[in-house]
T-cell receptor, first 115, second 110 residues
Framework: ETGVTQSPTHLIKTRGQQVTLRCSSQ?????VSWYQQALGQGPQFIFQ???????GRGNFPPRFSGLQFPNYSSELNVNALELDDSALYLC??????????????FGSGTQLSVL | QQQVKQSPQSLIVQKGGISIINCAYE??????FPWYQQFPGKGPALLIA?????SEKKEGRFTISFNKSAKQFSLHIMDSQPGDSATYFC?????????FGPGTSLSVIP
């Protein structure tokens, strides 16, 4: 059973640029959630994808968008990067049972720095 | 109403002591309360979880106490070890979204 893998591990961008982060789900999981974790804070829910469709969104602007592919891997795209976007971006996969994903399995994250 | 509050922000405990982290919530629609453990450079990992119809759940040295009427729950780590030094997050499930508290940094000193 493979775990959740994220790439790249670290990324440096400048303000205004666009970035794509990638996530491979744990084998057998059908749901992917993305979280933003600022330094010293808890993870904040960005959005969730279930069977290639967005299945819930947190309080993030539309410049944060995502995709889920048929193999359940996922991408997070952020346009027009701002300095406050600097954070650890976490992907979590889970098995959705009847509309609920109780157990999240996290990757190690992508550390994004916006200069 | 979507918030989960957590205290203390940081905690220092002697090896062998009991670590206690407290959380509170407002939204009675929350129906599943997990705790996650995060080491530096890693993502959070599920530690233990409880449903609101249970007042206590114990797994090894880790115990969750749940007070539904007070809308509070806590994590107790018995016989704390230096390897338990990490950041702990309480969380709550709202529909299909897990909402995290701000975290507690635990240091267990020899």
């Amino acid at each position: 059973e493979t775990g959740v893998t994220q790439s790249p591990t670290h990324l440096i961008k400048t303000r205004g640029q666009q970035v794509t982060l990638r996530c491979s789900s744990q084998s057998g999981h059908n749901t992917v959630s993305w979280y933003q974790q600022a330094l010293g804070q808890g993870p904040q829910f960005i959005f969730q994808y279930y069977r290639e469709e967005e299945n819930g969104r947190g309080n993030f602007p539309p410049r944060f968008s995502g995709l889920q592919f048929p193999n359940y891997s996922s991408e997070l795209n952020v346009n027009a990067l701002e300095l406050d976007d600097s954070a650890l971006y976490l992907c979590a996969s889970s098995l959705d049972r009847g509309g609920r994903s109780e157990k999240l399995f996290f990757g190690s994250g992508t550390q994004l720095s916006v200069l | 109403q979507q918030q989960v509050k957590q205290s203390p922000q940081s905690l220092i405990v002697q090896k062998g002591g009991i670590s206690i982290i407290n959380c509170a919530y407002e939204n009675t629609a929350f129906d599943y309360f997990p705790w996650y453990q995060q080491f530096p450079g890693k993502g959070p990992a599920l530690l233990i979880a409880i449903r609101p119809d249970v007042s206590e759940k114990k797994e090894g040295r880790f115990t969750i106490s749940f007070n539904k009427s007070a809308k509070q729950f806590s994590l107790h780590i018995m016989d704390s070890q230096p390897g338990d030094s990490a950041t702990y997050f309480c969380a709550a499930l709202h529909y299909d979204k897990v909402i995290f508290g701000p975290g507690t940094s635990l240091s267990v000193i020899p």
